[in-house]
């Protein structure tokens, strides 16, 4: 299943042009990228519920959870409304180029009761800059149904690794669910997890050669 999601990863039609402004070239992805966990630290994320696969084309890797659901209910822990994930991302950068996150889609789950409500957080950053690029989205009860959000970085607002250095790419995400005035007694739910448990977030990555 993650093979055939990660390769149907496309590029944006866009990013075959120059990127204005930032001195560098779009090109076709090198033929040796690779990704790695370096770390995962969050309630969402515990050891061995994390991983990341490189798409065939090198234009997308794809992290997958077996493990982030936020809860509140009868048989729900008081911390268990929210659930967080924090990943350090080791992409292999090959001499002479450079890349930035174009685009990420999101996708899960929530049986939310009428009156609950959730919310989805997303934001990224390269290790040691300042910039952060964060979404924020939420979900009202009733709802019982799959949901899927993507975020998209405009061409003239890509963040680059910079050229020549070493920096973890850092992936944050969090999910949490209010009761609100659902029934007493009922549960709601939100989880980035699919029906076969493994949930598919999909980073879809443009490369540049350096100046």
Not at 98 to 109: E, L, S, V
Request: aromatic fraction near 10%; charge should be negative; proline fraction near 6%.
């Amino acid at each position: 299943m993650l093979n055939a999601i990660a390769a149907g990863a496309m590029m944006l039609s866009s990013l075959s042009a120059p990127v204005t402004g930032s001195g560098m070239h779009v090109v076709a992805p090198p033929d040796d990228m690779t990704v790695s966990v370096v770390y995962a630290n969050g309630s969402g994320c515990k050891p061995g519920t994390a991983a990341v696969e490189v798409s065939p084309d090198k234009r997308a890797f794809t992290v997958t959870y077996s493990a982030f659901t936020a809860q509140v209910g009868p048989e729900a822990k008081p911390t268990d409304f929210r659930k967080n994930c924090q990943l350090g991302l080791n992409v292999n950068v090959p001499p002479g180029y450079t890349y930035a996150i174009a685009q990420a889609d999101y996708r899960g789950y929530a049986r939310l009761e009428q009156g609950a409500s959730a919310s989805q957080r997303a934001f990224y950053y390269f290790q040691g800059m300042s910039h952060t690029t964060e979404t924020n989205r939420s979900f009202h009860g009733f709802m019982d149904d799959t949901w899927q959000e993507t975020d998209l970085v405009e061409v003239e607002s890509l963040t680059w690794h910079p050229c020549g250095a070493k920096r973890y790419l850092n992936v944050n995400t969090d999910l949490r669910v209010k009761g609100g005035n659902s029934p007493k007694g009922t549960t709601s739910f939100i989880t980035m997890d699919s029906s076969d448990m493994s949930l598919t977030t999909i980073f879809r990555v443009t490369w540049a050669e350096c100046p």
